[in-house]
């Protein structure tokens, strides 16, 4: 049990046997009436996105997340395997865990698996991958010079835009959170 009054971003509560995770809090205090806490908090499952007012002070209950380092093995149709670096064991997780993260998924990558009393919750991924271009179409000499962007499948099977100067068999820097290009790796 904590306050509104120790709030921080990324603590995660369990309000109402859900778990939600604060992404933004702010306390205010009016001229006249109590002070309170506004909040911006993220389902940790589901990602839906509310606001919430809560009086400062009072008792709000924060649940216990661990985030285990854990190394992704293979997909095996269903599930994606992981395997905990300490212990050894693996875990298989399904697809809706894994999230769109699984566009960026390399075996051997190195990830963190939130858990919640045994129960995996959700995938962080690296902020940043470097993944092989499978196929893009060839940029036209003319091209090169509007900073125009065309489509490439990576070696994971995901779509990005890429500048046009870049090739088939070029490894880049992809953003995890949003899918961007970032660079030549």
């Keep these: 049990m904590a306050t509104t009054n120790d709030l921080k ?7 109402d046997g859900q778990l939600w995770s604060v992404v933004n809090f702010q306390h205010v205090k009016p001229g ?16 839906k996105v509310v606001d919430k007012t809560f009086n400062a002070g009072t008792k709000v209950d924060t649940a216990t ?11 095996d149709g269903t ?8 212990t050894y064991d693996q875990i298989n997780l ?10 960026y998924l390399l075996e051997n990558t190195e990830v963190q698996v939130a858990m919640h009393e045994g129960t995996p919750l959700y995938v962080e ?20 010079s509007t900073g125009g962007t065309k489509p490439a499948r990576l070696e994971t ?18 953003d995890t959170r949003d899918g961007r290009y970032l660079g030549r790796a």
């Excluded at 099977?157 to 992809?174: D, H, M, R, T, Y």
């Design 94 to 103: 399904p697809a809706e865990t894994v999230g769109d993260g699984a566009n």
């Design 65 to 75: 997340v661990d985030r285990r380092q854990m190394t992704y093995l293979y997909n």
């Design 125 to 144: 991924l690296p902020t940043t991958v470097e993944l092989v271009i499978e196929h893009t179409d060839p940029g036209l000499q003319g091209d090169r």
């Design 157 to 174: 099977g995901a779509e990005i835009q890429v500048p046009l100067f870049v090739s088939s068999g070029e490894k880049v820097k992809v």
């Design 9 to 15: 971003n990324g603590m995660v509560l369990n309000l």
């Design 32 to 47: 006249k009436g109590g002070a309170f806490v506004r909040t911006t908090l993220k389902h940790v499952l589901s990602g």
């Design 79 to 86: 599930d994606y395997v992981f395997m905990d670096g300490e």
